[in-house]
């Protein structure tokens, strides 16, 4: 059972566009929803991240936008640089003493061409 | 500050060998994580630990051991190996805020290969 669904699975973006990645929970009971960076042969690290009591958060580039009532989340990266180029991930988890643990969605392979 | 830190980072196994994946972090992070990376699997959590001599079981705990003896490190075995269990593994730890998550810290993964 995906408890969190990623779209699309790659993108290809050319240098200055907006990426856009998106993100479905199942568990209404989430209540962190941050995203992962993965540059190859290294381990995730995280990106950004919303709690869903704001409907969206920018840092930078790079924009969560939260629509709670959906269920869904996506990752806006805009002026897209080929240094962006890297599998995103989303992830959501639970608060209280459920111990942190990330599901995460499949990932997405962005490429951001020169 | 090393952070998260695993060994080894690549090994190949033959079916039925066994072997420990060890995790060290050097943050005092109360938590900690284990997941595998598949192609298009994203990744998915093994087993975690909320705090010294305490383990659970993930998504895919199925073939897996762990143990947490000290608050630091997180060891991650394999009984008997399986052609299955070929996968980058990732360990990673974060801390306790009340109920609030934080940050987790991923090391660099372990390729592990079983032939």
């Known amino acids: 059972q995906q408890q969190v669904k990623q779209s699309p699975q790659s993108l290809i973006v050319q240098k200055g566009g907006i990426s856009i990645i998106n993100c479905a929970y199942e568990?209404?009971?989430?209540?962190?929803f941050p995203w992962y960076q993965q540059f190859p042969g290294k381990g995730p690290a995280l990106l950004i991240a919303?709690?869903?009591?704001?409907s969206e958060k920018k840092e930078g580039r790079f924009t969560i936008s939260f629509n709670k009532s959906a269920k869904q989340f996506s990752l806006h990266i805009m002026d897209s640089q080929p240094g962006d180029s890297a599998t995103y991930f989303c992830?959501?988890?639970?608060?209280?003493?459920?111990?942190?643990?990330?599901?995460f969605g499949q990932g997405t392979e962005l490429s951001v061409k020169p | 500050n090393a952070g998260v830190t695993q060994t080894p980072k690549f090994r190949v196994l033959k079916t039925g060998q066994s072997m420990t994946l060890l995790c060290a972090q050097d943050?005092?992070?109360?938590?900690m994580y284990w997941y595998r990376q598949d192609p298009g699997m994203g990744l998915r959590l093994i087993h975690y630990?909320?705090?010294?001599?305490?383990?659970a079981k993930g998504e895919v705990p199925d073939g897996y051991n762990v143990s947490r003896l000290k608050k630091q490190n997180f060891l991650l075995g394999l009984e008997s190996a399986a052609p299955s269990q070929t996968s980058v593994y990732f360990c990673?730890?974060?801390?306790?805020?009340?109920?609030?998550?934080?940050?987790?810290?991923f090391g660099q993964g372990t390729r592990l290969t079983v032939v």
């Open positions: 990673a730890s974060s801390y306790s805020s009340g109920d609030l998550n934080t940050e987790a810290f």
């Open positions: 568990n209404t009971a989430f209540d962190y």
């Open positions: 919303i709690r869903p009591d704001v």
């Open positions: 992830a959501a988890t639970i608060g209280g003493n459920q111990g942190g643990k990330l599901i």
């Open positions: 943050m005092n992070h109360e938590y």
């Open positions: 630990s909320v705090g010294e001599g305490t383990t």
